[in-house]
């Protein structure tokens, strides 16, 4: 009996640490980043035709017209390569 009374203690504390560890943020968008001269540059998808282009504390919406054709995974790269670019 006192096997049986431990064992469900044991699924029961393992139920409790598994449910804890899930994400409760329910931000699920799609994050592009790269590090800019010490500052992390993100763009994340909104799900919505836009994205959320988010660096050094500024955020601004970009619309999928304005990636011209490109992915967002390329836009970032190309907005860090030109940064490495400035002294």
């Given at each position: 009996?006192?096997?049986?009374?431990?064992?469900?203690?044991?699924?029961?504390?393992?139920?409790?640490?598994?449910?804890?560890?899930?994400?409760?943020?329910?931000?699920?968008?799609?994050?592009?980043?790269?590090?800019?001269?010490?500052?992390?540059?993100?763009?994340?998808?909104?799900?919505d035709g836009t994205f959320t282009l988010t660096a050094a504390g500024q955020s601004e919406?970009?619309?999928?017209?304005?990636?011209?054709?490109?992915?967002?995974?390329?836009?970032?790269?190309?907005?860090?390569?030109?940064?490495?670019?400035?002294?």
């Amino acid at each position: 009996m006192l096997k049986n009374c431990i064992l469900g203690i044991y699924i029961l504390a393992v139920v409790l640490v598994l449910s804890s560890c899930s994400s409760d943020d329910g931000d699920d968008r799609n994050c592009e980043n790269c590090d800019l001269q010490g500052q992390t540059v993100e763009l994340c998808d909104n799900g919505d035709g836009t994205f959320t282009l988010t660096a050094a504390g500024q955020s601004e919406t970009i619309t999928e017209e304005e990636l011209e054709g490109i992915t967002p995974a390329e836009y970032i790269e190309l907005i860090c390569s030109l940064g490495d670019l400035i002294p």
